[in-house]
């Protein structure tokens, strides 16, 4: 398995984090579908890993037919926080670092209330 297709990963995972963020009536699958062009199956890995990572997704509506995930009540800032010894590490990879590395990196540091 080549980095780009980990970094890229890891992308994917910052987005859906962001998607479920920014939409307060929460996400469904076929979003995640549609938005990472992305089978059914997948999509639903996608949201059980941003599950496993994050307790805070909650079920957004309950007595729908489709089934929605959000945060309710939280910032990122709340939901994620890097270490320092975290952000040392990537900065150890952004010698060999491609631009969404960097990008991935930036938004770490932000999160973590550091400059970029």
Same mark, same amino acid.
């Given at each position: 398995?080549?980095?780009?297709?980990?970094?890229?990963?890891?992308?994917?995972?910052?987005?859906?984090?962001?998607?479920?963020?920014?939409?307060?009536?929460?996400?469904?699958?076929?979003? =995640?579908?549609?938005?990472?062009?992305?089978? $059914?199956?997948?999509?639903?890995?996608? %949201? !059980? @890993? *941003?599950?496993?990572?994050?307790?805070?997704?909650?079920?957004?509506?309950?007595?729908?037919?489709?089934?929605?995930?959000?945060? =309710?009540?939280?910032?990122?800032?709340?939901? $994620?926080?890097?270490?320092?010894?975290? %952000? !040392? @590490? *990537?900065?150890?990879?952004?010698?060999?670092?491609?631009?969404?590395?960097?990008?991935?990196?930036?938004?770490?540091?932000?999160?973590?209330?550091?400059?970029?």
């Amino acid at each position: 398995m080549s980095d780009t297709i980990r970094y890229s990963r890891m992308t994917d995972f910052m987005q859906l984090l962001h998607m479920l963020l920014a939409e307060p009536r929460g996400i469904c699958i076929k979003d =995640i579908c549609v938005e990472f062009n992305v089978c $059914v199956r997948t999509a639903q890995r996608m %949201i !059980s @890993a *941003i599950r496993d990572a994050f307790p805070q997704v909650d079920v957004v509506n309950e007595g729908s037919k489709i089934k929605r995930w959000g945060f =309710i009540n939280y910032s990122m800032k709340e939901i $994620v926080e890097f270490t320092d010894s975290e %952000i !040392s @590490a *990537i900065q150890t990879l952004k010698s060999n670092s491609t631009p969404e590395l960097s990008s991935i990196l930036c938004k770490m540091k932000i999160l973590s209330q550091k400059k970029c």
